[in-house]
């Protein structure tokens, strides 16, 4: 959540705290659609903020796992199978894809490189166990596949829950500002002869907004340049005068 939608979500509560504060002068505003319109205003920016954040945390922690599983399919399932084809399988037609994929591969790529070395390594199984790889080779392999294809669907959904909290939010807080110039007009009609509570209406209602430059925004700070001492040409500074000796 920006910074604006937080101080807009702010100032929403607060217009709600202020209404029911006061409920006995806004009872007509309390049961309107505009105040229905606030409170649903409210629940949605409240709503986004959390499937953003969520998204953002689920989306890190699901990148990581991700790599322990990519690691784990290369390193633990994938690379005896590829050492004993490059030791005994070389001539074979299958031995391109009993080869260890780049290491730069990931995603759907190295998905790809695993499902098609367990296709080439069913042919073989007998072999591959005969050189010390695990009987369970084949089922070891196909978990492990799976299990990257897992992780990567489930960060997609963590990415698509953080876009759509993002594009609430931003719907919401053109609506916030609308809800807000709306029960101001609403609002002062009602207590336009009552200066204390007036005060704290206008106090309610106030959007903050951050002033000053951005931290970091690459905008130098104004400076007032240094006066330049003027200086004198063509005729060199006057020397002090002598005194003129005392007479004896």
């Known amino acids: 959540m920006r910074s604006r939608q937080g101080n807009v979500l702010e100032t929403l509560r607060r217009i709600q705290g202020f209404l029911d504060a006061n409920g006995a002068r806004f ?7 505009l105040r229905q319109n606030i409170d649903d205003t409210v629940a949605r ?17 699901e990148t990581a796992k991700q790599r322990a599983a990519r690691l784990t ?3 633990y399932y994938m690379r005896p199978i590829a050492t004993v084809a490059r030791l005994k399988l070389r001539g074979m037609p299958e031995f391109f894809s009993l080869r260890m994929p780049r290491a730069s591969l990931t995603g759907e790529r190295l998905i790809a490189a695993a499902s098609a ?9 007998t072999v591959l166990v005969d050189s010390g790889v695990s009987e369970d080779v084949i089922a070891n392999l196909e978990a492990a596949s799976a299990a990257v294809k897992a ?6 959904g963590h990415r698509a829950r953080r876009a759509g909290g993002t594009s609430g939010l931003l719907s919401q807080e053109r609506r916030a500002y609308a809800m ?16 204390a509570l007036l005060g704290q209406w206008n106090t309610a209602k ?12 690459g905008v130098p700070a104004t400076t ?24 004896a």
């Open 27 to 33: 009872t007509s505003i309390n049961s309107s659609a």
């Open 45 to 61: 920016l409240t709503a986004g903020a959390v499937d953003q954040e969520a998204g953002l945390r689920g989306s890190l922690g």
């Open 73 to 75: 399919l290369r390193k």
């Open 117 to 125: 070395m367990l296709e080439a390594a069913r042919k073989y199984q």
């Open 151 to 156: 992780s990567i669907d489930t960060r997609a």
């Open 180 to 195: 807000v110039v709306l029960v101001d007009a609403a609002v002062t009609q009602v207590i336009a002869d009552d200066g």
């Open 206 to 217: 106030r959007v903050n907004r951050k002033t000053g430059p951005v931290a970091g925004d």
């Open 224 to 247: 007032t340049p240094p006066t330049p001492t003027p200086t004198t040409t063509g005729a060199s500074p006057a020397s002090p005068e002598t005194p003129a000796p005392k007479a």
